[in-house]
């Protein structure tokens, strides 16, 4: 399990980014910084305003989340947006 402290201040950037984003699921955090689910949602509480966190975890784990892959629509085929692709140091967008 890797410290948050180890975490640089843009790779944080990026993985709260992701974990906002509701067609990013946790298996693209997971395979981008090695950060399990709950390592994500440890970061973001620690990270976010208590009212945000709260927002953020009532959305991810409503029906409609996309965060998951198990429960997402077969017809979503991929992890990034179109806009993504500009992203530098992104291990996906490079696919």
């Known amino acids: ?9 843009r790779a944080l950037d990026r993985i709260v980014e992701m974990a906002w984003e509701d067609r990013t699921p946790f298996e693209a955090i997971l395979f981008q910084f090695g950060l399990q689910e709950k390592e994500v949602i440890k970061l973001m509480r620690s990270t976010l305003k208590e009212n945000s966190f709260k ?3 009532k959305r991810v784990h409503s029906g409609v989340s996309q965060k998951h892959l198990k ?3 077969s017809e979503i085929t991929r992890f990034k947006c179109t806009r993504q692709r500009a992203i530098t140091g992104n291990k996906i967008s490079k696919r």
């Open 55 to 57: 927002r953020w975890r």
């Open 1 to 9: 399990m890797k410290e948050i402290q180890k975490i640089t201040e």
């Open 71 to 73: 429960k997402r629509s």
